[in-house]
């Protein structure tokens, strides 16, 4: 496969403690009529596990023929007793003799048994033959620009664990002379957040401020501004590179909540 590109943005799904089934939206649903192989990404950074209850939560990539079924289970993950987390690449093939048969339809599908109420928390990408990595978002033809990032919320089950924002919501500062954005968190817990910029796709990256800390408890709110410029003498932290986005580094039991609103300007 030649890239993969967004499939499933960030999500955090709840079920509540009557159980049931949260499948994806048909107009995500990836069609792969005449292509017949497919690779995807599946990082799910939480699958609860049972808790007080007889099973966890279960994620499941299926594929069918038709919208109506039957659907098939390509790969399956359960939370266990304690949650899990994944990241793993399926590589499907329509081929007869595919180990993980691919149809024409395939989307994910997550289950709760009743018992409690969980939450997964994952992101898809896919890959398919001759395909391109989408870039970064530019502005380069505009004198200013505003920009958001709708809200995010991803809870995390291991320690250290490290998300990075897809590229194709990086910002591309090419032609901009500075850069300012509002950040609000309205709950956080044991998550890190930063800023960060770099002159090139491949980094390397610098952080722009300082880090959101990660602070410990779930009533915190936090609403403040970053601000980075070109200007030849701007600090360190206060440079503006080409590139920026931002990188979270979760403990277990982690979870955040936010959004970013910001405008870019040439001189």
Request: glycine share 10%; net charge negative; hydrophobic share 40%.
């Amino acid at each position: 496969m030649d890239a993969f590109v967004r499939w499933q943005q960030l999500t955090t799904v709840t079920v509540g403690s009557a159980g049931g089934d949260v499948i994806q939206s048909r107009s995500k649903w990836l069609d792969t009529l005449c292509i017949g192989k497919v690779s995807i990404h599946v990082e799910i950074f939480l699958l609860a596990g049972k808790g007080a209850g007889a099973s966890g939560m279960d994620f499941f990539i299926e594929t069918s023929n038709s919208d109506e079924g039957p659907w098939t289970v390509l790969e399956s993950w359960s939370g266990g007793a304690s949650g899990m987390k994944v990241d793993e690449v399926l590589d499907l093939e329509a081929h007869y003799a595919a180990v993980s048969k691919l149809q024409r339809l395939v989307r994910w599908r997550v289950h709760n048994p009743a018992g409690e109420a969980r939450k997964a928390s994952f992101r898809l990408r896919y890959g398919m033959p001759g395909q391109q990595a989408a870039g970064p978002a530019s502005y380069a033809a505009v004198a200013s620009a505003e920009f958001v990032q709708d809200w995010v919320t991803v809870h995390f089950k291991n320690a250290n664990t490290d998300l990075v924002q897809d590229q194709e919501e990086w910002i591309d500062c090419e032609g901009m002379d500075s850069l300012a954005f509002l950040l609000q968190i309205p709950v956080v817990s044991n998550v890190v957040f930063k800023g960060e910029t770099a002159p090139a796709l491949d980094g390397p990256w610098s952080t722009i401020g300082a880090e959101v800390p990660p602070f410990s408890g779930p009533d915190f709110e936090y609403a403040g501004s970053l601000f980075a410029n070109r200007r030849p003498d701007a600090p360190q932290g206060y440079r503006l590179d080409r590139f920026v986005r931002w990188p979270l580094t979760g403990q277990a039991g982690g979870f955040i909540c936010f959004r970013i609103r910001g405008v870019l300007r040439q001189k």
